[in-house]
């Protein structure tokens, strides 16, 4: 009985977090990106984790309530998020534009250094104000229904998701390889990677003017 216990809110906060993770967006795009160039994958996909976990613990204990009540701070996060997914999604038109950068690591292609990766990875994981509606509005909430050690469970649970999908796409991007060995399919990435942060960026500011 206390093992069914412990596994039913595991398995919740697994399959939230999973549903609200495994989508489309800024972060997810870049972490196959650099799977795919096999640059810095482990930084990359360590740095989303430890977000998404940081932004769960809060959310979990209560954090989430506090947030919601700033319109200002969502306010400022979501114009400044806006901004710099609008910038890196040029800068990734104009890296489709240019055959020299779409040669995969070790093929001699240049690498970024850790320092910038680790900025780039910070910023897609929190200047996305959707990031803290999903893991610090939402799964706090949610958590809420549990108490005490389920309440930890849940987050655990939740963590876990992200700890799998990150390392997930990270890594197995490297199936994918072959396919982006052709400067095509590099420029394709560089394309979607482009227009899906411009998607969000329009989303967010259309959003904010609806007040949607």
């Not at 963590?159 to 390889?177: D, E, H, Q």
């Given at each position: 009985m206390p093992s069914q216990l412990a596994i039913t809110p595991l398995l919740s906060g697994f399959g939230l977090g999973a549903g609200l993770i495994i989508a489309i967006g800024s972060q997810n795009a870049f972490v196959l990106r650099q799977g795919l160039k096999r640059e810095h994958v482990f930084t990359v996909c360590t740095v989303c984790f430890l977000c998404d976990a940081v932004l769960i613990g809060l959310g979990a204990g209560g954090f989430g309530t506090l947030v919601g009540s700033s319109p200002r701070l969502m306010g400022l996060a979501l114009w400044g998020g806006a901004a710099f997914l609008f910038a890196y999604g040029l800068r990734s038109f104009h890296a489709a534009l240019r055959p020299g950068r779409l040669e995969a690591a070790g093929d001699g292609g240049s690498l970024d250094g850790p320092v910038k990766v680790v900025l780039t990875t910070l910023a897609l994981s929190l200047l996305n104000p959707h990031v803290y509606l999903d893991?610090?509005?939402?799964?706090?909430?949610?958590?809420?229904?549990?108490?005490?050690?389920?309440?930890?469970?849940?987050?655990?649970?939740?963590?876990?998701?992200?700890?799998?999908?990150?390392?997930?796409?990270?890594?197995?991007?490297?199936?994918?390889?072959?396919?982006?060995?052709?400067?095509?399919?590099?420029?394709?990435?560089?394309?979607?990677?482009?227009?899906?942060?411009?998607?969000?960026?329009?989303?967010?500011?259309?959003?904010?003017?609806?007040?949607g």
């Open positions: 893991t610090v509005l939402l799964l706090g909430s949610l958590a809420g229904q549990f108490a005490g050690r389920s309440r930890a469970l849940f987050a655990l649970g939740a963590m876990g998701a992200s700890l799998t999908w990150f390392y997930g796409i990270g890594y197995g991007a490297r199936v994918l390889t072959p396919l982006f060995r052709k400067p095509a399919a590099w420029r394709a990435l560089d394309l979607v990677v482009g227009c899906t942060m411009w998607g969000i960026a329009a989303n967010l500011i259309w959003s904010d003017l609806t007040g």
